[in-house]
């Protein structure tokens, strides 16, 4: 029996598809699977790191905020005394209110445990009126100051702008935080000989 011509080409073509397959498409397939695998692993890590700035982006907006808190609360509550700042806005808000400072003493400082209270025992005379007009412009000072021993007394030789006197101690307080950081921090002298 004779050999068909185009038979002798059904088997070379069978041979080159099985090399083909073999040494070309089967190693290509297994490139291709390790490449979306990656594209994947990838994919996956894109997701979770943008997650991670979802929440980075988070943060950052929160430390603004507080940042702007802080800003906020350190007017009302500053780090230090500003003993001239403070008595002369005293001063300010008790000339507009129309009154005059017979007394200005402060104290000093009365240590808490993150912060400090100073108390200013203040005498004033004037007219009631002017006193309320007062408290409510020491009421809108960026520090924070508490009343307290308020007491009031009216003038036997009363005038229109004049009818009566009023003692109270203005409390302000202060953040201590950095000045117990800064008292640990320093060493402590050592003693000289004798």
């Known amino acids: 029996m004779r050999r068909q011509p185009w038979l002798n080409y059904i088997i070379l073509i069978i041979i080159l598809g099985g090399a083909f397959y073999f040494l070309y498409f089967r190693p290509k397939s297994a490139e291709l699977k390790n490449l979306r695998a990656q594209r994947e692993k990838i ?3 894109l997701v979770d790191l943008r997650a991670k700035k979802h929440q980075l982006d988070q ?7 507080m940042t702007q808190t802080l800003k906020e609360l350190e007017a009302i509550i500053p780090l230090k005394k500003e003993i001239d700042v403070i008595l002369r806005k005293i001063q300010e808000i008790a000339f507009d209110s129309k009154l005059n400072i017979l007394r ?8 808490k445990e993150f912060y400090s209270e100073w108390p200013i025992p203040i005498e004033i005379s004037g007219n009631f009126h ?9 009421r809108t000072f960026a520090r ?7 007491s ?10 004049l009818t009566i006197t009023s003692s109270f101690t203005a409390k302000t307080y202060m953040f201590v935080e950095e000045a117990a950081s800064e008292t640990a921090a320093k060493p402590k002298p050592k003693a000289g000989k004798k």
């Open 43 to 45: 994919e996956a890590e």
């Open 59 to 65: 943060i950052e907006l929160e430390i603004a905020t």
């Open 104 to 111: 200005f003493a402060p104290q000093g400082e009365v240590f």
């Open 130 to 138: 002017n006193l309320g007009l007062f408290f409510d412009r020491l």
């Open 144 to 150: 924070l100051f508490i009343i307290d021993k308020f």
């Open 152 to 161: 009031i007394k009216a003038l036997s030789n009363q005038t229109d702008d």
